[in-house]
C-alpha cells in the first residue's frame, strides 16, 4: 500500500494509528512504478513519529503481483465473488516472488527478539521464506479483509499451497469471529492439522493460534476532530435547510461495498417516497480505488451513470437529491462530515470490518446523535447490533430501515448511540493492537533450526510493527 501521504484504505488508517504509539517501522510499497529493467530502491523517510522503510514496484510486479494474484484472486476470492476470479500461473509465481523479496529485506532488517507483524492478503506467504532464511522471530499475521469460507478455497488452483505458508506464521488473526471458524475450518482441511483448542491448532510439531481480533478506532480523538469548525474547508454544504436530512456513505469504489445496491434502494425509495422530495439527500464520498483492474472500471462507470440519473429524474430547482466528492478528503474533514449527517448507510456485501461505522458513530453529537444503517455482512455487525441491521440485497428492507432511520425519535437515537459508544470505547484501536501483540509475544517459541540462508541483496516490502 501506498505510505507516507494520505490514503484512504481502512489498512493504512489503522496501521499507522497503531505506529504513532510505537516505536515501530513500517515497510511497504511507496505507491510509485518503475521500469522493469530499474533495480527498485529503498528509501527512508520519518514523518510524525514513524520511520518509512519503502520502495516501488516494477511494473510487472505492479500488473502480476498487485493487480494479478492479490487483486483478481484473492481479493475477490476473500469476498466471495468466486466469478471473479482470474487465475494465472505467472501471476502466482509473480506473488511468491515478491513475497520472498519482502522476507529478505526483513531478514536485513530484523533483530532476533523483533516482533514482526504482517498486514494482509498481499502477504499470506512471506513468513514461508522467513522460515526459509532461518528467521526465527514471531511472526505474526492480520487479514483486514474477510476470511474465505472452505468451498471459496476449494475455487483457488494453489489453495493448499498459500494456506501452507499461512501455516509458518504463529499469530493468525482475523477480524470476526465468522472468520476465525473459516480459518480454522479451511486450515483443519487443507493442512489436516490438529485442533488443540478453540483458537490453536498444531501443524508440523508448531502451535498456531488463530484468532479474531476486531479492529477498532480512537472515539476520543475522532470526537473532538468531529467538533473543530470547518466552516470553510468542507467538502459538502451543510448550511442549515430546515427539515431536511442528510444520508452519508463513504466508500472505496469497489463491488465488495454494495454501492449500486444502495443507491438502487434510494432511488426505489424516492420514487415510491414523494413526500420526501426535498427533505432528503444522500451525499457520497467514492473514492475510485484500483483503477487499473477492469472490473472496477466498470463498476466506476455503472456508479457515475447510476448517480447521474437518479439526479435527471428527481432533482428539481433547489434540491438535488445524491451529491458525490471523488476524492481523497482530509480526515478531519470526513469527521466533521460523519457529525453533520444525520444517517450513516453502509451496504457492504462483504467486508472484514468497515471502519466507517465505528467512526460515524464516534464522531456523533452524544446529545443530537445520528442513525447508523449497517450491512449485516460488514464485519462491525458482529459488535455493532445496536446499528439498524440490513441485507443490502434485500431492497423492500434496505427501503425500510431508510425510512425508521428518518422517522428515529430523539430518544431512541441516544439510547442506541450510548450502547454503541461504549463498544467502541471497550474496543478501540489500543486494545486491537495490544490483544494482538501480546498474544504474539505469548506464543511459545519456535523450536526449529535454521535453515540455509539466502542471499539477501534484493529490495522488499512488508510492514514490521
Ligand atoms: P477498506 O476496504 O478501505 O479497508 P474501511 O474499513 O471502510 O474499508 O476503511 C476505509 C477508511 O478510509 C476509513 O478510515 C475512511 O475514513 C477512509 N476513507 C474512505 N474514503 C476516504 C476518502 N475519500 N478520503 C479520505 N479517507 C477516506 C480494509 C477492509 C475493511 C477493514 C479495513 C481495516 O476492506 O473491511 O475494516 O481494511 O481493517
Known amino acids: 500500500m501506498p505510505s507516507g501521504k494520505a490514503s484512504a484504505g481502512g489498512l493504512a488508517v489503522a496501521v499507522q494509528d497503531a505506529l504513532n504509539d510505537s516505536n515501530g517501522i513500517w515497510l511497504g510499497w511507496n505507491g510509485q512504478q518503475i521500469t522493469d529493467s530499474e533495480a527498485p530502491e529503498f528509501e527512508q523517510a520519518y514523518s510524525q513519529g514513524i520511520d518509512y522503510i519503502t520502495c516501488p514496484l516494477t511494473h510487472q510486479q505492479y500488473a502480476q503481483y498487485y493487480c494479478g494474484f492479490a487483486n483478481k484472486v484473492l481479493w475477490p476470492a476473500m469476498h466471495h465473488r468466486d466469478d471473479l476470479i482470474e487465475y494465472d500461473a505467472e501471476e502466482y509465481k509473480t506473488y511468491q516472488k515478491v513475497n520472498r523479496l519482502f522476507a529478505q529485506k526483513l531478514k536485513q532488517l530484523a533483530q532476533p527478539e523483533d516482533l514482526i507483524w504482517v498486514h494482509d492478503y498481499h502477504f499470506f506467504s512471506v513468513a514461508r521464506y522467513c522460515r526459509e532464511l532461518g528467521m526465527q522471530n514471531k511472526i505474526g499475521f492480520f487479514l483486514h479483509i474477510p476470511f474465505a469460507s472452505l468451498n471459496i478455497w476449494h475455487k483457488i488452483p494453489v489453495a493448499r499451497e498459500l494456506i501452507q505458508d499461512l501455516s509458518q506464521y504463529d499469530v493468525i488473526g482475523l477480524q470476526t469471529q465468522i472468520d476465525q471458524n473459516a480459518c480454522m475450518q479451511t486450515c483443519l482441511n487443507l493442512l489436516e492439522a490438529q485442533k488443540i483448542q478453540s483458537n490453536s491448532i498444531s501443524y508440523k510439531k508448531r502451535q498456531i493460534l488463530i484468532k479474531s481480533y476486531p479492529i477498532g478506532v480512537q472515539p476520543e480523538l475522532i470526537q473532538k476532530q468531529a467538533q473543530q469548525d470547518l466552516a470553510t474547508s468542507s ?231
Request: contains cysteine; hydrophobic residues 40%; charged residues 25%.
Open 235 to 465: 467538502v459538502f454544504n451543510f448550511e442549515e435547510i430546515p427539515r431536511q436530512k442528510t444520508i452519508i456513505g463513504v466508500d472505496r469504489i469497489d463491488y465488495s461495498k454494495g454501492l449500486l445496491e444502495r443507491f438502487n434502494a434510494f432511488a426505489t425509495f424516492l420514487e415510491t417516497s414523494p413526500e420526501y422530495h426535498g427533505l432528503v439527500r444522500h451525499l457520497q464520498v467514492a473514492i475510485p480505488s484500483r483503477t487499473d483492474i477492469p472490473a472496477y472500471q466498470r463498476l466506476y462507470q455503472r456508479f457515475k451513470t447510476k448517480l447521474e440519473l437518479i439526479n435527471e429524474e428527481f432533482a428539481h430547482e433547489d434540491w438535488r437529491p445524491v451529491d458525490c466528492c471523488y476524492d481523497t478528503v482530509q480526515h478531519h474533514n470526513l469527521m466533521h462530515i460523519y457529525r453533520h449527517s444525520d444517517i450513516c448507510w453502509i451496504s457492504s456485501l462483504r467486508d472484514g470490518m468497515n471502519l466507517v461505522a465505528k467512526e460515524y458513530i464516534a464522531a456523533q453529537d452524544p446529545e443530537n446523535p445520528g442513525v447508523l444503517i449497517l450491512s449485516k455482512y460488514a464485519g462491525a455487525a458482529e459488535q455493532m447490533s445496536q446499528a439498524l441491521i440490513v441485507d443490502p440485497q434485500d431492497r423492500a428492507a434496505m427501503m425500510d430501515a431508510l425510512k425508521m432511520a428518518l422517522e428515529m425519535s430523539k430518544a431512541e437515537r441516544i439510547n442506541r448511540y450510548q450502547q454503541l459508544i461504549e463498544g467502541l470505547t471497550s474496543s478501540d484501536l489500543t486494545h486491537w493492537r495490544n490483544n494482538f501483540l501480546d498474544d504474539l509475544e505469548k506464543i511459545p517459541t519456535l523450536l526449529m533450526k535454521p535453515q540455509r540462508l539466502l542471499q539477501d541483496n534484493y529490495q522488499s516490502i512488508y510492514q514490521v510493527l
